[in-house]
């Protein structure tokens, strides 16, 4: 399927246990963003990636880690996660260009951490 | 320390009428604004833009309007339909240092037919 898909669209886990969301977008984009959504915070900036092997951190990173050693695919793990990151999680991408570029959203992960 | 606020968290039209979505900024470097709608389940979708060199974009029904001295942007629906109802986001960046964008906390919108 073209576009920008994230798997699973729903998670339940527990705290502590390690958890990862899939983010896949068959444009060839150049750059990926992770974001999460929170009621009072709008969208938040996690991490984004320039390109494979690029990455940098955005407005909230603490506790999550990212990689992206293809450029169709950034993954990003919570390595313990904790009851605070329960969140709804959007990958994004875009091409090059520059900033004025608009921004290709995923459908989300819906994510709660008991 | 929220850079892009948008105060009115829901906003209820009659179909036909104009909704007016608000967007208040306090980075005054920000020189590239949009606009996203997201329904439910969904991923948010770009909406219209705008850059800081003009006043007012303008796309079919939507306009976005942008003053800078105010730092403020507001986004006007004409008119509007049932299937406008959706949480609209303003979002701002600085195009130079490029990649973050700074988004609003969201206005749900409902156009009741």
């Known amino acids: 399927d073209a576009g920008i898909t994230q798997s699973p669209r729903y998670k339940i886990t527990e705290t502590g246990r390690q958890v990862t969301l899939m983010c896949h977008q068959t444009?060839?984009?150049?750059?990926m963003f992770w974001y999460r959504q929170d009621l009072g915070h709008g969208l938040r900036l996690i991490y984004y990636?320039?390109?494979?092997?690029?990455?940098d951190k955005g407005e909230v990173p603490d506790g999550y880690v990212v990689s992206r050693s293809k450029t169709e695919n950034f993954p990003l793990t919570l390595e313990s996660a904790t009851r605070s990151q329960t969140s709804v999680y959007f990958c994004?991408?875009?091409?090059?260009?520059?900033?004025?570029?608009?921004?290709?959203f995923g459908p989300g992960t819906r994510l709660t951490v008991l | 320390d929220q850079q892009v606020k948008q105060n009115s968290p829901s906003l209820s039209v009659q179909e036909g009428r104009i909704s007016i979505l608000n967007c208040d900024y306090t980075?005054?470097?920000?020189?590239?604004f949009l606009w996203y709608k997201k329904y439910p389940a969904e991923g948010p979708t770009f909406l219209i833009s705008?850059?800081?060199?003009?006043d007012k974009n303008e796309d079919g029904r939507f306009t976005v309007f942008l003053n800078k001295s105010a730092k403020h942007l507001s986004l006007h629906i004409v008119p509007s339909q049932p299937g406008d109802s959706a949480v609209y986001f303003c979002?701002?960046?600085?195009?130079?240092?490029?990649?973050?964008?700074?988004f609003g906390t969201g206005t749900s919108l409902t156009v009741i037919p």
């Open positions: 994004a991408s875009r091409g090059g260009g520059g900033a004025r570029n608009e921004q290709f």
């Open positions: 444009w060839s984009h150049s750059y």
């Open positions: 990636s320039a390109a494979a092997d690029i990455t």
């Open positions: 980075n005054s470097m920000f020189d590239y």
């Open positions: 705008i850059s800081s060199i003009k």
């Open positions: 979002a701002a960046s600085v195009v130079n240092t490029g990649n973050q964008f700074y």
